[in-house]
């Protein structure tokens, strides 16, 4: 099984629309990008593989694999990015604002009934983290440089 996450960056925070074969599953929001700074910024785009994973605070949720210069990326619910997140992923059943969503966990629970029935039949879920193709890419620090001038 493979998830497509396409992201759309601005300075406050990051959405998204998570997809599995074309088909919306449900909205996501995190923190902005900020060069992969732990506790600070989203994730880099890139392949991840998804495992179940539970913790007394989320209870039964989703850890990313092998993520570039971090540990324990997650997906679990949150509503705010910047109160609630320090670098992982929050499902959202709508946007409410930038890095803002609504009813995380109802959006939650459809996500892990996806994942986990695949996971139960011993298939390998990955999620691919890419810019939305209808978007403008992000800034880098040299793009906004360069703008200024």
Partial sequence: MVLVLNRTYFPEGTQGIL???GTLVCHAIELPWLDNQQRFSCIPEGE????RRFSPKFQWHLHLRNVPGRDLI??????????????CIAPVTKHTGIGKGSLSRKAMEKLKALVYQALDRNEEVKLI??????TPLRTTKAQKQVEKL
Wanted: net charge neutral; aromatic share 8%.
């Fill in 48 to 51: 991840y593989v998804l495992r």
């Fill in 74 to 87: 997650l997906i679990h619910p949150a509503n705010d990015a910047k109160r609630e997140l320090l670098g």
């Fill in 129 to 134: 983290v890419q810019s939305n193709p209808l």
């Fill in 19 to 21: 997809e599995w074969n």
